[in-house]
């Protein structure tokens, strides 16, 4: 499966974006979808992840209330709706596709469980 992330880019503090993740295949639904991020010097951290239908979403706490995560399977497509930005989110976001499911949030927090990793892609938020 290969991963196309995009939508990154340059916004000031309290502004918004929108990432997409698109998939090359047509079994997307197969899999939980996951996005994370990695700021200059630091190790690759669990942002959000969503279930295979969708209708589960995990988040981690620094960004509750301020992003979304969502999908279109009809489109291959996972999402993620980012608001009211903060310096501090400022990384290179990466989208992950694992097959393996469970009911624990913390499962899909380790990224050892994700199959397949898009290329990044970077966002700024200037203050």
């Known amino acids: 499966v290969q991963l196309q992330a995009s939508g990154g880019g340059w916004v000031q503090t309290g502004g918004s974006l929108r990432l997409s993740c698109t998939a090359s295949?047509?079994?997307?639904?197969?899999?939980?979808m996951a996005w994370f991020r990695q700021g200059s010097g630091w190790e690759r951290e669990f942002v959000a992840a969503?279930?295979?239908?969708?209708?589960?979403?995990w988040d981690t706490n620094s960004v509750k209330g301020r992003f979304t995560i969502s999908r279109d399977n009809a489109k291959n497509t996972v999402y993620l709706q980012m608001n009211n930005l903060k310096p501090e989110d400022t990384a290179v976001y990466y989208c992950?596709?694992?097959?393996?499911?469970?009911?624990?949030?913390?499962?899909?927090?380790?990224?050892?469980?994700?199959?397949?990793w898009g290329q990044g892609t970077q966002v700024t938020v200037s203050s």
């Open positions: 992950g596709a694992a097959r393996a499911t469970s009911d624990y949030y913390g499962y899909y927090c380790e990224s050892k469980i994700y199959e397949y």
């Open positions: 295949e047509h079994t997307f639904g197969d899999y939980n």
């Open positions: 969503i279930s295979r239908g969708g209708g589960r979403t």
